[in-house]
């Protein structure tokens, strides 16, 4: 009977320990899910900002002005300026769009305090005879100002052209 009860006792504890073993292997077929953070400590990352975008077409031939774009709001003129310069570019050519304010709307070349100027180099520039502007979103600081333009340019240098063209550029701080 002694011998029973000891082969018995070998038994569960040689199956006790098969059952731990198995369950302490490493390949994760049982996954526990980790614990929930507390309230305050989740945090998410701000989205990465979108790159700006400004895209100048003379006639129809694109000029990307995407890497050196901005628009700042002057308080004292009380006039928002997006400027940019040509890609790959030191300082010319460089395009500026004057509007007043700080809103969206539409603008043409008769309402006052609005322009588009082109300078292709020193001392040759083009402005905007008949254009419209139109800022579709005027995000508040460090966000985006979006819109679009077209109109004919006329300049110190023959020949004038038609131009369009779309922005999508940060807003710096305002001056």
């Excluded at 050196?68 to 308080?75: A, R, T, W």
């Excluded at 003129?77 to 030191?90: Q, S």
């Excluded at 004057?98 to 020193?122: C, E, F, H, M, R």
Aim: net charge negative; charged share 10%; aromatic share 12%.
């Amino acid at each position: 009977m002694f011998k029973n009860k000891f082969s018995f006792i070998i038994l569960c504890l040689f199956i006790s320990m098969i059952v731990i073993f198995a369950g302490c292997t490493d390949d994760n077929k049982n996954p526990v899910d980790p614990v929930p953070p507390e309230s305050g400590d989740v945090t998410t990352p701000p989205p990465a900002p979108s790159p700006n975008v400004m895209t100048f077409y003379f006639n129809t031939t694109p000029k990307d002005f995407s890497d050196f774009s901005s628009v700042h709001y002057d308080s004292g003129t009380t006039t928002t300026f997006i400027t940019a310069r040509e890609t790959g570019t030191n300082t010319y050519p460089n395009i500026q769009i004057i509007v007043p304010g700080k809103v969206a709307g539409t603008w043409t070349q008769a309402d006052a305090g609005t322009g588009i100027t082109y300078a292709l180099s020193a001392g040759t520039s083009y402005f905007g005879t008949t254009y419209t502007i139109t800022i579709s979103s005027y995000g508040a600081v460090g966000q985006k100002v979006t819109g679009t333009f077209t109109g004919q340019l006329t300049g110190t240098v023959a020949p004038n052209f038609a131009t369009n063209g779309i922005f999508n550029v940060t807003r710096l701080t305002d001056q």
